[in-house]
């Protein structure tokens, strides 16, 4: 490899990209006071841009409840089934399996993939001896695409997210169909609860930090959840009295496009992505879509012969071929030659060769894309802070997802966001938790409240 520097029009080439990627704060500013008013819109009437749905869990968490449910959770990389033990003092125990969900069955019909799902319920509840007993198994059901309830165990899909696409499914209840499948496979369990995974993630927090506030996830996808009084849901018909958590679906904000910085790197992923010009917002965000962003950016740099002196591969080549793990891999490269970024462009991408220069231009592409996640992530943290009136006040986000686990420096990025637009005496009252796997545990507790009434 040779070490030659940045060249003159690299450097110049680069900082266009690099600055492309850049949002200001009097940017996140404009972000923060949109995104109030589109919530507003949301809680006043069906069909907005962000849906606000009413998750049917009222109440707080006390960490006594106890008992023993299922849950599954559908919608990220993997199928999981847990069963958990509630124990009672915020002690839980939790068995649990993951199953692989194919290609095939994410765009299938659905009937296929309900069926695979009792499959799954089914070979469990068999290898955990679990299946003799009697007793219908109460069951929630993590659901996490965009599904409009009707009650705590009914709802509608409105639309697929994240790579799902199954014939059948949208305009139907989800539940019914999963229910079926287990009644024709003559599988013992009643879903009590059909739970989004950020009402989960916040519920499964708060069985043993009550005051909790909102549950987020920034993994695959990007959405979020908090609790709201229900005497300022216009659109809400029942109850006004009590406070409910509300699933914002929060990743299809600005699909209109008139405040979030796209690039024409977000603009090409966007067009060739399932779900054209919606979820917006998600895809500025979340780990399904920042690889393939930085990826446009290196091959733009690439057509300009800047880049791999102007020669990609067919794996770079290759659509969703640069997975984000790689950008928190090239992030924490600290080794002189960059080595590990080498690794990653020569072995894993099949670049025929790289130099320094190119190596450097590379991790500032994934910074670039990374911090400005990380940057917009934390507007929708300031806007429900600002909407229910806590900036200034201590304020618990339990966050559940790889990107926010694993991407360095994240949660720093989002914090100095944070700062910037609420002022850094009211960022220091807010708690980013890292909330691991909440969603089994959280449906867990949920189902538990729904069978409870
Ligand atoms: P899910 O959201 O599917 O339930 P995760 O929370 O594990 O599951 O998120 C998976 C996503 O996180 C992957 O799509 C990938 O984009 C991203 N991811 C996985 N590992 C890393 C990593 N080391 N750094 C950054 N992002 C990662
Ligand atoms: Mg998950």
Redesign the pocket.
Known sequence: MSTTKMTEAQTAGLNKVVDSFSVSTDRLKVIVDQFVEEMEKGLDHQGATIAMIPSFVSGRCTGDEKGSFMALDL????LRVCHVTLLGGGEHTIRQQKYVVSEELKTGPMRHLCDFIADCVDSFLTENGTSSSQETIQLGYTFSFPVLQTSINRGVLKQWTKGFNCSGAVGKDVTILLQDSFRRKNINVNIAAIVN?TVGTLMAYAYKHPETAMGV?M???FNASYYEQMGNVNKWTGEKEQEMVINMECGAFDCERRVLPLTVYDNKMDRESINVHQQLYEKMVA??Y??EITRNAILDLVDQQLLFNGHSSKELNAMWSF???Y??TIEVDNTSDLCDTGHILESVLNVPATTLADRQMVKAICNAVGVRAARLASCHIAAVMRKTKKVGEQFTVAI????F???PNFEENMAAAMSEVLGEQARSKVCFDLARDGSGLGAAIIAMMAAKH
């Open positions: 919608g990220g990389t993997n995974d996830i993994g695959t996808g780990g399904m920042l690889g997975e984000t793990a950008m928190s559940d997802g790889s990107l686990e694993f991407y």
